[in-house]
């Protein structure tokens, strides 16, 4: 076989993986800078030199076939190890390194920002651009270089670094404390207030407590923990948060804490692709929170 045939230009497969990625040859040609047009004429361009019908045209809509759907997966996998190495090439030549980090927002806003400076000061020269986000990240298709996030266990395909073990501690407002005792029967009984993206946290402490199921009151639901946090302030309800998030509110005296706090199924990870491993400012910023942590 010709392994011309195998490795089409680049252009090529920068235009098929963008239609791929949007279904649009419209949105593609806007990522692109070129013209719808010019799109659709590469990806046939492309079709044709595989003897492959990556797409399934109705209309003005473009859909990908099974096939497509194999050679895009396969094909984003490339191009991000095309982009690391470019990167990492960057990075020795001008000798400063840039992260994109991606963070939970307020893990990012309570722990990791009041430390970042000790960073700098580390490595003078690296930047660390930080991107907000609750949702998981694909890397292959975002420029996304690492993640700290939750979860139950490591993820298939990633390295991950188990940086620290979730615990839950239930917060009150300094008023309500103040309220007499707050044993784990009295907590059951009010408007529990949680995270949507930690749904069985209530769940586990009612468990922990062998509290029975049916007796929990669930009030509203937050995206942002920072969101919970000051509707307890609020008196709202109270709130089942992860201690390490609420550590400078308890200190001071605007929180307080009813009852130890209880081990969470979940651990906070440093998350990255294989092939961004070896990036200079990954590394450094890997050894530095692995100590701070």
Same mark, same amino acid.
């Given at each position: 076989?010709?392994y011309?045939?195998?490795t +089409?230009s680049?252009s090529?497969?920068? #235009?098929? !993986?963008?239609?791929?990625?949007h279904e649009?040859? &419209?949105?593609?040609?806007?990522e692109l800078s070129l013209?719808?047009?010019?799109v659709s004429r /590469?990806?046939?361009a492309l079709?044709q030199?595989?003897?492959? &019908?990556?797409?399934?045209?109705?209309?003005?809509?473009?859909?990908?076939t099974?096939?497509?759907?194999?050679?895009?997966?396969?094909?984003?996998e490339a191009?991000g190890?095309?982009?690391? #190495?470019?990167?990492?090439?960057? #990075?020795? /030549?001008s000798?400063v @390194?840039t992260?994109?980090?991606a %963070?939970?927002p %307020?893990f990012?806003s309570k722990?990791l920002?009041?430390?970042?400076h000790?960073?700098?000061?580390?490595?003078?020269?690296?930047?660390?651009?930080i991107h907000s986000?609750?949702e998981?990240?694909?890397?292959? %298709?975002? *420029?996304?270089?690492a #993640?700290? @996030?939750?979860?139950?266990?490591?993820l298939?395909g $990633?390295?991950c670094?188990?940086?620290?073990a979730? *615990?839950?501690?239930?917060?009150?407002p300094?008023? @309500?404390a103040?309220?007499?005792?707050?044993?784990?029967t009295?907590?059951?009984?009010q408007?529990?207030?949680?995270?949507a993206?930690? =749904?069985?946290?209530? @769940?586990e402490?009612?468990?922990h407590?062998?509290?029975?199921h049916?007796?929990?009151?669930?009030g509203p639901s937050?995206?942002?923990?920072?969101?919970l946090? /000051?509707?307890?302030r609020?008196?709202?309800?109270?709130g089942l948060? =992860?201690?390490?998030?609420?550590?400078?509110?308890?200190?001071?005296g !605007? $929180?307080?804490?009813a009852g130890?706090?209880?081990?969470s199924?979940r651990?906070?990870? $440093?998350?990255? =692709? +294989?092939?961004?491993e070896a $990036?200079?400012?990954?590394?450094?910023?890997r050894?530095?929170?692995l100590e701070?942590?």
């Amino acid at each position: 076989m010709n392994y011309r045939h195998l490795t +089409p230009s680049m252009s090529l497969l920068l #235009a098929f !993986e963008a239609a791929a990625r949007h279904e649009s040859y &419209t949105r593609a040609a806007a990522e692109l800078s070129l013209t719808q047009s010019a799109v659709s004429r /590469q990806v046939q361009a492309l079709e044709q030199q595989l003897g492959l &019908t990556l797409f399934r045209r109705e209309g003005r809509q473009v859909q990908l076939t099974d096939v497509g759907r194999l050679y895009q997966r396969e094909l984003s996998e490339a191009l991000g190890r095309i982009r690391s #190495a470019t990167l990492q090439a960057l #990075a020795y /030549q001008s000798g400063v @390194g840039t992260l994109r980090l991606a %963070t939970l927002p %307020t893990f990012g806003s309570k722990w990791l920002l009041p430390r970042l400076h000790a960073f700098y000061g580390a490595h003078p020269g690296m930047l660390v651009h930080i991107h907000s986000r609750i949702e998981a990240i694909n890397f292959d %298709t975002s *420029e996304i270089d690492a #993640a700290i @996030g939750v979860a139950s266990h490591d993820l298939p395909g $990633l390295i991950c670094h188990r940086l620290h073990a979730e *615990e839950l501690v239930v917060i009150l407002p300094p008023q @309500g404390a103040a309220d007499g005792q707050w044993d784990p029967t009295r907590i059951s009984g009010q408007v529990l207030l949680n995270v949507a993206n930690n =749904p069985h946290a209530w @769940g586990e402490w009612f468990s922990h407590h062998a509290l029975p199921h049916r007796a929990m009151r669930l009030g509203p639901s937050f995206e942002l923990t920072s969101h919970l946090i /000051q509707a307890v302030r609020a008196g709202i309800g109270i709130g089942l948060v =992860p201690r390490i998030l609420v550590e400078e509110e308890l200190a001071s005296g !605007e $929180l307080v804490s009813a009852g130890a706090p209880i081990a969470s199924q979940r651990s906070y990870y $440093l998350i990255y =692709p +294989p092939r961004n491993e070896a $990036l200079p400012s990954l590394r450094a910023f890997r050894g530095w929170l692995l100590e701070q942590i």
